[in-house]
């Protein structure tokens, strides 16, 4: 079976002995077994902490949320995955939907980056989705499609099983709007469609597919019943310890 991770997005929350105190929590309970992860995506200042208090527990890991695509040099605020690897960080989030609206990251930015993480031994949380106005026109298969094809497929096989994928249905977020499981497997399914077309069948069915769009302890089980969801990348949520728990033990 294709691993099934539990993605924790801390986002731009949580003071040092917040974030201390969480972990200590969610970490006081048994460690995930067999195909099973749980990957805390924390920010910059506590991965050294995080890092140091996952390092002896078996399938659990850190992930930045972001990363540059140049490899060193005169980029002020800027973390390289060449830092990440030092502190042995073993993912990162790349194209949050945050990331892309407010930062304008473009499709090949994170081809870029998704070439310097793989370089540098760091798994890609890869983040692809439409936002309202693409759903609304019915086209949100062509818009994930073209973010696929120009930030992924330059890829080789071997590289991409290296990468999981998060589908976030940016339309769903924030909005009053609800995506179905039913719709996410339905988005999920065409993603893992097309890496098939591109890459084989035994490659597609190696990848993980996240779901992105508010999981919650009350729709985890729903979800990731669905047969092409492995799993989520989780934010609000998250920042909750029953929660997230919750979510971990919602995985298949």
Not at 144 to 149: C, E, I, S
Not at 172 to 191: D, N, R, V, W
Not at 203 to 215: E, H, T
């Amino acid at each position: 079976m294709r691993k099934q991770i539990a993605a924790a997005n801390w986002k731009m929350n949580l003071t040092l002995p917040q974030a201390e105190q969480l972990l200590d929590t969610l970490l006081a309970e048994a460690a995930p077994s067999g195909n099973r992860q749980v990957v805390f995506a924390v920010p910059f200042p506590y991965l050294s902490m995080a890092q140091q208090k996952v390092q002896n527990r078996s399938n659990t890991f850190i992930a930045a949320q972001n990363c540059s695509n140049r490899k060193n040099g005169a980029y002020t605020g800027e973390v390289s995955a060449e830092m990440l690897q030092s502190l042995d960080i073993q993912y990162a989030v790349l194209g949050h939907s945050e990331r892309r609206e407010y930062f304008q990251e473009s499709n090949q930015l994170l081809a870029e980056k998704l070439n310097i993480s793989l370089e540098y031994g760091i798994h890609p949380i890869f983040c692809c989705g439409e936002p309202l106005q693409v759903r609304e026109q019915g086209t949100q298969n062509e818009y994930v499609a073209t973010q696929l094809r120009e930030s992924l497929f330059h890829l080789s096989s071997l590289q991409l099983l290296q990468v999981v994928i998060a589908y976030e249905p940016i339309w769903a977020i924030g909005t009053g709007k609800t995506a179905s499981s039913a719709q996410a497997q339905e988005m999920h399914a065409f993603i893992r469609q097309q890496l098939t077309e591109k890459y084989g069948e035994q490659v597609s069915s190696a990848v993980p597919i996240l779901y992105g769009g508010s999981v919650k302890a009350s729709n985890a089980a729903e979800l990731f019943n669905q047969p092409d969801v492995d799993g989520g990348l989780v934010g609000g949520a998250s920042l909750i310890a029953d929660e997230f728990k919750a979510i971990i033990a919602a995985l298949k």
